[in-house]
């Protein structure tokens, strides 16, 4: 079982920066694959960026402001949100590929205000 604490959601306003966190704990795989999603009111879930192995993958409308980075020995994954825009207000959510089993965080909101 996995369990994942999100943390660094806030208000910001436009052009501003978070960071936000996704710590998670109990029995991880090293190879696994770590990512952050989001949902905006009345839109379906997306994408941001997730990353293993050293590899990231970027959405189109986050490449050049967020950046996705871990640390495997605190089993962290973080996102760099720069230059938000209003557009990127939704509820962020921390999801990890364990092994083939896939785990959520309970989400984090960040709004950006114009």
């Known amino acids: 079982q996995v369990q994942l604490v999100e943390s660094g959601g806030g208000l910001v306003q436009a052009g501003g920066s978070l960071r936000l966190s996704c710590a998670a704990s109990?029995?991880?795989?090293?190879?696994?694959?770590m990512g952050w999603y989001r949902q905006a009111p009345g839109k379906q879930r997306e994408l941001v960026a997730d990353?293993?192995?050293?590899?990231?993958m970027y959405a189109d409308s986050v490449k050049g402001r967020f950046t996705i980075s871990r640390d495997n020995a605190k089993n962290t994954v973080y996102l760099q949100m720069n230059s938000l825009k209003p557009e990127d207000t939704a509820v962020y959510y921390c999801?990890?590929?364990?092994?083939?089993?896939?785990?959520w965080g309970q989400g984090t909101q960040v709004t950006v205000s114009s």
């Open positions: 999801k990890v590929n364990n092994g083939g089993r896939i785990y």
């Open positions: 109990g029995s991880i795989f090293s190879g696994n694959v």
């Open positions: 990353i293993t192995f050293g590899l990231t």
